[in-house]
Nanobody, 124 residues
Framework: VQLQASGGGLVQAGGSLRLSCAHS????????IGWFRQAPGKEREGVSCISSSDDSTYYADSVKGRFTISNDNAKNTVYMQMNSLKPEDTAVYYCAAEFGPCGDYGLGPESDYYGQGTLVTVSS
């Protein structure tokens, strides 16, 4: 199983970024795939998740209306479009996968798999 995250960078507040998670080694139909983030001094937060097993998505309250997760089956890639970015969105973002649905709190390091993170920095 491989999860390769990319797309992080430095952006000004109000700007946008799109993160990509290229996945391989498992069937998306069986797994939920999503993002969690970790910022220094803050608790880990499940950000978004998408699951085909129950056709559901999950978003943390802090990103609802600003972030959108989507899946491209042909490319085995999950995307997270991040708009209206805020300085508090600054964190390392990790792509993760969990067998089954997204759950009530999204995914995290306790999920079945997660890859190396990508750093998102939002300047004020």
């Amino acid at each position: 199983v491989q999860l390769q995250a990319s797309g992080g960078g430095l952006v000004q507040a109000g700007g946008s970024l799109r993160l990509s998670c290229a996945h391989s080694g498992f069937t998306f139909d069986d797994y939920a795939i999503g993002w969690f983030r970790q910022a220094p001094g803050k608790e880990r937060e499940g950000v978004s998740c998408i699951s085909s097993s129950d056709d559901s998505t999950y978003y943390a309250d802090s990103v609802k209306g600003r972030f959108t997760i989507s899946n491209d089956n042909a490319k085995n890639t999950v995307y997270m479009q991040m708009n209206s970015l805020k300085p508090e969105d600054t964190a390392v973002y990790y792509c993760a996968a969990e067998f089954g649905p997204c759950g009530d709190y999204g995914l995290g390091p306790e999920s079945d798999y997660y890859g190396q993170g990508t750093l998102v920095t939002v300047s004020s």
